[in-house]
């Protein structure tokens, strides 16, 4: 071992999503959305000036923080933009959980937090779900350093409500409290609605999902600005630069154009509430999502040999390894056209497994 | 104070330069190019599917870092990409700067290595520049944590020879020796020279300057495959997919057009040494500048002076406080016209103020 490997920062890597490629596969896998972004994004890339690309764009992202505040109702000042949600998320870790106690979140949830926990050394500790995947506030109950969880969460898509957001809130004025909501455009109630009284709270959304626009890497934060301030001091130590120009103008337009926004996610919801009755005649059962995925278990065939199956035909979900989770498969929501061809395939394919073979 | 105030992490926040909007103004303050991306950026722009951009990008950019490898003769998996070279060198900072012991690096030069090393908690020490603000290669003889400095310097412009680079290379095989060449393009020789010979050798780069991106966020470093992949499990620890989609494809075209960027380049360079005779008439002394920005003194008017003057006419330069650094105005090579502007400006202000006042 060379002397300069033993300063080497040693961290278990999180392995992404396949992102495979090919025009004829059908890509269920990573929640994005099955439609374009607006049309307006279409019409800024084409007339963007590439002359600007030789200049810095605007640290503070004005162009688009003045443009969510107005959407949302809130200042300015209370908007915080990152590259993606993940970094957003990372952002707030690294600024709000410097505590000796543990931060707490749910034991099955999006994966990042644990991962960030363990590069950024926050204790954590991890609170399970219940027997039918939802979160307890109650489990929130105890001292802690920070609370974080997804809502919906993810891979489950379950909603918790809003009084039961504010009840883990109202037990947790120590400390920050993060609502991660990436999916809470296809069905729940922003905990933005609380933000008024709760000046710990802070809510993370994404343009990843909703918005179309995973390729873009946009997230955001709103809370009190004094929490956004102390965001903003620890992104300036990090990279004053984070949002390049065409995220600028592109996010912009994705959000200007909501009549778009509430049909897109309109079809989502329709196919989704389609998919629900479909998989279930097909024999799965599955927590009753509320985002823009099913995490789906069949009565019968197990789930890592159906997403072989689906794999060979082209067809990606998610499928996750570890107990409890480890019979699931998370699908995302597609077109209709996308589903259809799912359906058909798990028919045909589950009746073949069924009739033929025993488990 | 509110109980959860107190565990915010506390950072100074670092402030970034001023980025003035207006056709009119002449910005010669971040050493941007003046000169737009390569013409195959437009075109990219022009054709870029926006129906992509719903998709995550590839968390890999390997488009990106196999482009990068092809032109400076590396294996892809020997590149690191992220959102600008400070994204790039905070990752560094984090992978690599876990010792006890202090990292070292030049007292004048990029402000972001001490902006990271307290947001990180990584001690540093901070290694005088001589009297011609010169690196000395001694000053980093002694035992350290890990030695990071900018070659050319910014913000002198100095450039280290390779020989030089090569003496603290020899002298540091302990620990990783990071050479951040953000302005190695307008006339230095690049340690890449060295990377066979030192596997604790991390070169870091970035489009912003040479390449006309600043506006896109693209960064990168070379080193030995170990190196890359320990960063690598970093970045995956923090935001797996930190390049958007628009900054893979138009980079990518950034690196293909080898004329335009030996052109714009070499119209810099002629500029600069232009800038320089020009200068020296006009009452100004400087470092023998090897980047694209010129750090100037001027034999009777104090740097503030002139630096408010030329903003007043819209001439943005940039000034920085601190002791020796006060007296230089650092000026960003433009294109000839805006030069031109800047010295018919200062030719006639200079003598203003040379006959009628007294400092």
Redesign the interface.
């Known amino acids: 071992m ?4 033993k ?10 999503g396949d ?1 495979p490629a090919g025009d004829r596969l059908i ?1 269920l896998n ?1 929640n ?6 607006a049309p307006g ?2 019409r800024a ?2 007339e ?1 000036d ?10 503070a992202a004005s162009v688009l923080t003045e443009c969510l505040a107005g959407y949302y109702g809130v200042d300015k000042n209370q908007v915080f933009v990152g ?2 949600s ?2 957003v998320l ?1 952002m707030a870790f ?6 000796e106690k543990p931060i707490l979140f749910p034991d099955i949830s999006y994966s990042f937090y644990k ?2 926990a ?2 950024f050394r926050i204790p954590y500790e991890m609170t399970a779900l219940d027997e039918a995947f939802l979160i307890c506030p109650e489990d929130y109950y105890r001292e802690n ?2 609370v974080i969880f997804p809502n919906p969460n993810a891979p489950t898509g379950l909603l918790l409500g809003l009084e039961q957001v504010e009840d883990i809130l109202k037990h947790n ?4 409290v993060i609502v991660d909501e990436a999916y809470i455009d296809f069905g729940g109630r922003s905990a933005l609605a609380l933000l008024n009284r709760y ?2 709270l802070l809510v993370v959304q994404t343009f ?1 999902k909703a918005r ?6 946009i997230g955001f934060a709103i809370g009190a600005s ?1 929490l956004i301030k ?1 965001m ?3 992104k ?12 600028l103008v ?1 996010g912009e337009e994705a959000v200007r154009d909501e009549t778009y926004f509430r049909e897109t996610v309109g079809k989502i919801v329709n196919t989704r509430e389609q998919a629900k009755k479909r998989l279930r005649l097909l024999g799965f059962s599955f927590p009753d999502s509320m985002s823009n995925f099913i995490f789906a278990k069949h009565e019968k065939v197990p789930a890592v040999r159906i997403f072989q199956a689906l794999k060979d035909q082209q067809i990606y979900v998610r499928h996750f390894a570890g107990p409890r989770v480890e019979d699931y498969l998370r699908i995302t929501i597609g077109t209709d056209e996308e589903m259809e061809v799912l359906y058909d395939f798990l028919e045909g394919y589950l009746r073949g497994e069924i009739s033929g073979k025993c488990f």
């Open positions: 060379k002397a300069w490997e300063n080497i920062r040693r961290v278990v890597p999180y392995v992404p992102q890509k990573t994005e959305n099955p439609y374009p972004p994004v279409r890339l084409g963007m590439y002359d600007r690309l030789r200049k810095y764009p605007d640290p590259v993606g993940d970094d990372a690294l600024t709000f959980f410097n505590s991962v960030w363990e590069l350093g920070g004025q120590d400390v920050i000046e710990n990843s179309s626009m995973a390729g873009m890497r004094g102390a903003n001091d620890v300036y130590s990090y990279n004053s630069y984070t949002m390049n120009m065409p995220s592109l």
